[in-house]
T-cell receptor, first 111, second 113 residues
């Protein structure tokens, strides 16, 4: 079983929809939680990160962490076709400094 | 702004052949990483170099070797390629190990026949 689990999708939504992307993790040592976005045939790029539990908002994007249930979420409001990409959650171990990725969820936003 | 540059972008090998993937970064980062990305498996860490002069194994190091040539360059070598090593390989760098903010190259697509 992977330490970070993510439903690969694909997820298809109409333009303007609210998108919810989720991950679960098993290692209690994870302290930082990231979301990376990867466009087709490109490398991933950091979208957002949060420390410990709570919410963090950046424009149309909100990252949420619930450490008690080991659950991480990314919400996208007013989704746009340009948001079509694969979204990877990642967890950082405070012990090893290693970043462990989920499988990634492929999102398609249709005009 | 080059960032992280990987070469080659595409390569086809026969089983048993060897090759080296090259990676260079121009951001003066201390740490560098090699990941592989496979369908359904996500990104898996092969090796990393927390600082110049050090290298450590990641999740899937078998069949690979690495060299941190200097602060800018980190190479990944396949000594005897196997079909199971068909994948997309990503090099990444970060200012320091343990920050979680990685900057990725565009990937090297390797097919082993």
């Amino acid at each position: 079983q992977k330490e970070v689990e993510q439903d690969p999708g694909p997820l298809s939504v109409p333009e303007g929809a609210i998108v919810s992307l989720n991950c679960t993790y098993s290692n209690s040592a994870f302290q930082y939680f990231m979301w990376y976005r990867q466009y087709s045939r490109k490398g991933p790029e950091l979208l957002m990160y949060t420390y410990s539990s709570g919410n963090k908002e950046d424009g149309r994007f909100t990252a949420q962490v619930d450490k008690s249930s080991k659950y991480i979420s990314l919400f996208i409001r007013d989704s746009q076709p340009s948001d079509s990409a694969t979204y990877l959650c990642a967890c950082l171990s405070g012990n090893t400094g290693k970043l462990i990725f989920g499988q990634g969820t492929t999102l398609q936003v249709k005009p | 702004n080059a960032g992280v540059t990987q070469t080659p972008k595409f390569q086809v090998l026969k089983t048993g052949q060897s090759m080296t993937l090259q990676c260079a970064q121009d951001m003066n980062h201390n740490s560098m990483y090699w990941y592989r990305q496979d369908p359904g498996m996500g990104l898996r860490l092969i090796y990393y170099s927390a600082s110049e002069g050090t290298t450590d194994k990641g999740e899937v190091p078998n069949g690979y070797n690495v060299s941190r040539l200097n602060k800018r360059e980190f190479s990944l070598r396949l000594e005897s390629a196997a079909p199971s090593q068909t994948s997309v390989y990503f090099c990444a760098s970060s200012a320091n190990h343990g920050t979680g903010e990685l900057f990725f190259g565009e990937g090297s697509r390797l097919t082993v026949l």
